[in-house]
Every structure is written in C-alpha cells, then in structure tokens.
C-alpha cells in the first residue's frame, strides 16, 4: 500500500537527518501511541470497573438485595423487557429503513439525495430526552386509539389481549419510538452499500428490460443483503442500551408478560438504572451496577455480530 | 432516454395494445385517493389527519397497481406499487421528524422567556430559570471536548500515519468498534464505579460526568477524524518528506491542515452527539439548582437532566413545570441543530480542495 511506502521513506529519511529532529519525532510518536493505548485501558477499565463494583451483589445474601430476590431473579424480567422492547424496534425500523435507504439510493432525484440524507441523519442527532418527552406527551395520547383498536380487532393474539392502555404508556409505543431513533442507523448501514451496488449489474438488469423494482430485487437486494442484517444488529444494540426514551414512557410493574399494550409492562436495564440510580445506596447500587454489566455483555455480543458480518462481507 | 412508447413496446410485446400511464398518472392518483379519502372519511364522520394519510395511501397505491395493470401490464404494474410504497415509507418515516421538531416548538415556546435563560431556581418557588442548567451544560460539554478532542485526533493520527498493519492497529480498530456501541448508561455507571471506588459512593462531580460523556465521544473523534485524515493525499507528505521535513512535523505542518475543515467538523458532530446525552450524567453529576462552575467540586446540572427532573418531579404548577421542560427540550434540539447546520457549512466553506 502507498501509506506504507511513505511511512518507511519518512522513517529513513528522519534517521538519516540528524539527532535532533528526531527527538521531536520519537516524542510525537509516542503521543500517538499512548492516545491508542488510553483508549484500550478506558476499555478495559469500563469492563474492569464495573465487574468490581458489581462483586458485593454477587456475594451478597439475595435477602438483602432490593426487593429481596436474587441477582438472577432480579436481573432476569429486566434482560426480558430490555430484549422484548429492543426486538419491537428491529421488527418496525428494518423495513421502514430499508425503503428509507433505496429511495434515498435508487428513487429520490439526484438534486434533493444530499438534503434527504440530511434530513434522515437529524432523526439520529435529536436527544433521547426529547423522544421522551415526545413520546409521553405526544405520540402516547395519539396511539391510544390504536391500542384499543388493536385490543377490540386482534384481541386474540397474546400480544394485544389488553386491557389497552388509556394513556399510551406502552411497549408498543416504546417500541416505536426506539424504532424511529434506530432507524437512521440500520438505513445509514444499508444505504451505504446500496449505493456501492455495481454498476454494471445494475445497467446489465434494466438492459434486460427489467423494471425499476426488478432491477432492485435482482442486484441492489442481493448485494446489500448482509448489509441489512448488520445495519439491523447495530440498531439491535442502539435500542437495547437506550434509557431515557424508554424511562419516560413505559408505566413500569416488573411482571414478565408480552401483552405490548397495557399500563404493566416489564422494565428495561437501561430504564430501571436510570429509575432507581438517583435514589438508591449502598447494595441497591451494586445491583444495578451488575445489571448494567449484563446490558454491557448484551450490546457487546450484538454488536460483535454486527462487526463480524460486515468484516466478512468487506472481504468479499 | 428512449421515447415511452418505445419503451412499454419493448417491455410488453405480447400486448399489441400495450400502453403507457400519462406523465401525470401518479399525481393524478395521489390527488384523486386524497380527495376520495377525505370525501369517505367526511361521509363516515371518523375525520382525523393521521386516518386521511393512511386510507389515502392505501387507496393510492390500489388505484395505481390497477390502472398500470389494465393498461401496462403485470410488471410495470408492480413496479409502480413498490415506487408507491417505497415513498409512503419514506414520507412515513419522516413523520415523527416533523411531529417532533412541530410540538418541541410550539410546547418549547411558551417556557423560554429571559427568565428561563439567565435565572435559577434557587429561592424560587416553583419558578426560576435554567440558567444553571446552561452553564452546567457548556463546563460538562467543554470538559469532555477538553479529554476527547486530544485522545481522539492522537489516536486518529497513529492509526493513519504510525500504525501500519501493525497488532495495536488492529486492536485499536476493533475496539473503537467496540467502543462505539457501549450503552451511554453503562457508560455514566462506569464513571461512576471509578471515582466511587477512590472518592466514596455519594460522589457527584461535573468532571465525573465529563468522563462518562468522554467515553462516548472519542470514538466518535476517532472515527471522523480517522476518515479525513485518510484521504489526505499521500504526495503531499511525499513532498513535505523529499524537502527533509521530520515526520512529525509533516504531520503537524501538511497533513493536519489539509485536514482541518474536515477534523473541524468532525468534532462538532461529536459535541452535538453528546451535548443532549441524559443518563450518564444522571447517574455521575447529580441534581443541583444553583450554579456551579466548577467540574471539581460540587454536583453539577445541566440542560437534559434539568428537562427530565422538570418533567419527572414537577412541583406544585404541573404544568410550568412541563412548560420548562419542553423550553429546556427546545434549547437542546437549536443546540443541536446548530451544531449540525454550521459543522456542514464549515466543511462546505473551508474544506481544502484535493486534486
């Protein structure tokens, strides 16, 4: 590669001139490589410090923990609203995100691509705080017909039995508003590598007298397919770990239950840290800290996966 | 282009009467299924602006398939209803963008007054300003700035210029990865549990906060900074190396410079990530309502949580209370926004032109 070539002439060419300047160059690269290493030992220090302030609630006696459960019963419905609300959000966004990415590649005019992407990226750059309040005051009240609806209509799938909730403060509409906070980010992903699809496959397919839809579904689908998945797992993890949206709207009772529309809904790790953090002490801390710990290997996991499949299709 | 004509022959040959839709056919459509809509949903008593768009777009995009499907056949039938659904999405994700830029305006509105900017709420009963939580916010923010900006462009500078393909590249890689997709509330608890294990559990510092907010925002530096310093060409180092300029000073005098509208930008986009982060600092500075400048010493406010506390535990007038938070909600989103609109304009503006 061409940086390489460069990198070893500016290495012979600095120790071919003298002493002096080299003390300049031995200090600036050793700045850039304690940068790098500050970075792995924030790392690891994020895992490390965690794992020690979560010790004293593994060791301790489960009487003693809040609410009197064990570490794993406590944790456990949490990890399951946490999964539950995160799983609603990757069901909605993928596909709205997925048409959000062709138009802006395939169907937009080209004059207004640019103001579009930018468009979309503000989605991801307003606060959660905001898609709270939002959420609660705004998007609840208007679901609210919806959820009766779905109560009186689909009533008979376990997911919509009801009772519908008379203020919106579901998982369904926690679900939504994690699913438009994710979805600039999986279409961010897949957009990407819509855009990289070949040329010529593209051109060969309409050549064929393919239409437009059947010049997508044979090259830009196909070639983006992984993209789609890993987008979607980076989104998986956003909305695993996003606490302030899902803190303000979700009427919180703890029960395990996939009823999306009720007042009681299981709470999420990230909502039930930020909750309880304020005004708990001694053990309780150490407990949520062990649950952020679990939300820590969560995402991680996710997120890996993600990596993972776009290291194997960069390959390609 | 080929003419239209020339092109449904091609696609339907079979059909010697295979047509084409008018150019307008499409408008057409969406005029028409408005009008229809609005028209069933006036008759049926059941008028809403959300029930309008969804029958419209329904009746749309059958109106559409049919007419193409009589007239150009199965395909290009299909074609036109993917075309149709696919903009319905994309109009249907925008939706909460508008719904929500429209109600932090108008709820925002009412709350922002000379007293919410330059007051406090000290000695105020269920009053005061936020004034507190902007001076908060600004410390936070430049503290953070203060630890990422330096880490972020150093790190960004080993991985272009020193790394190589050497092993601590590629770990750096990965973990920048990594580090991207921690939760931002693992990443207040994480500040938390370090000064709590050296300073005590009921710790709460402006500087902690900056920690927790730093962990989000240096792989974003790194990121963008890494992506403009890579396309800084390699014969203007070639160039700066053949004159016998040190490395160093190559990349400090050549590479950086060329480089800077881009790692300018980069690190606005960072701060506006970071600026309305709520839950790290809800668990790292604490809730405090007089002002504090000093990230040291002492709990901390600042804009996200002052809105969530307003909202959360809003005092004897409720709604003042929400008035506020919606004011604090409108002032981040003009953060933001601002942020966002001049990063880009600086790039557009400065950025150097590489041949």
Known sequence: MHADTTTNAGQ?????????????????????????????????????????????????????????????????????????????????????AV?????????????????????????????????GLWGIFVLGPAAVPMLEWLEKKLGFIPFFEGPASSTGRTMLVAGLVLAVMIL????????????????????????????????????????????????????LGRALGETMAVTIILSVSGIVTFNLISQANPSTIAANIALDFPESSGLAINTLIASGLVLFAITLVTNLGARAIIARQNIQ | MQAPAEKA?????????????????????????????????????AFSVALLLVVSTVVSCLTIYAWSRAVEGRRRALDRLVTFAIIAAFALALTPLLSLLFEVVKRGLPGLSWEFLTGTPR????????????????VITAVTAAISVPIGIMAAIYLTEYGGKGRLRRALTFFVDVMTGIPSIVAGLFAFALFAIFL?????????????????????????????????????????????????????????PTAFAGLVTGVMIAIARIVGETAPLLVTTGIVDSINTN???????????????????????????????WAAALTLIAIVMILNVVARLIYRRYKTEIR
Do not use: C
């Open chain 1, 184 to 235: 600039p980010i999986v279409s961010a992903v897949a957009r990407e590598v819509f855009t990289q699809t070949p040329r010529k496959l593209q051109e060969g397919a309409l050549a064929l007298g393919a239409t437009r839809w059947e010049m997508i579904r044979m090259t830009v689908l196909p070639f983006g397919k992984s993209s789609i998945i890993s987008g979607a797992m980076l989104g």
């Open chain 2, 200 to 256: 005590g559990p009921g710790i709460r510092l402006g500087l902690m906060g900056a920690v927790a907010l730093s962990v989000l925002m240096i792989p974003i530096v790194i990121r963008s900074s890494e992506e403009v310093l890579k396309i800084v060409p390699n014969h203007l180092r070639e160039a700066s190396y053949a004159l016998g300029t040190p490395k160093w000073r190559t990349i400090v005098k050549v590479v950086l």
């Open chain 2, 123 to 138: 000695g105020v009963v269920g009053g005061g300003g936020a004034a507190h939580a902007i001076v908060g916010t600004v």
């Open chain 1, 12 to 96: 012979i060419l600095a120790a071919a001139s003298g002493g002096k300047r080299r003390w300049g160059d031995r200090i600036f690269s050793n700045l850039a490589v304690a940068a790098g290493v500050t970075i792995l030992a924030l790392l690891a220090g994020v895992a490390l410090f965690l794992l020690i302030e979560s010790l004293p609630a593994v060791s301790a006696d489960s009487a003693r923990l809040p609410e009197g459960k064990s570490l794993v019963d406590y944790i456990a419905p949490l990890a399951f609203g946490t999964v539950l609300a995160a799983t609603i959000a990757v069901l909605i966004a993928v596909p709205l």
């Open chain 1, 99 to 131: 048409a959000v990415a062709l138009f802006i590649s395939h169907i937009a005019p080209r004059r207004i691509v640019l103001a579009l992407g930018f468009l979309v990226d503000l989605l991801a750059a307003i606060p959660s705080i905001v898609y």
């Open chain 2, 9 to 45: 022959a091609r696609l339907e040959p079979a059909t010697l009467g295979g047509g084409m839709l008018p150019d307008w056919a499409p408008y057409g459509v969406i005029a028409g299924s408005m009008l229809f809509a609005a028209a069933l949903l006036a008759a049926t008593g």
């Open chain 2, 295 to 325: 990230p040291f010493e002492g709990r901390m406010q600042n804009l996200a949580v002052y809105a969530y506390s307003e909202y959360r535990t809003p005092g004897v007038m409720k709604q003042a209370s929400y008035d506020r938070a």
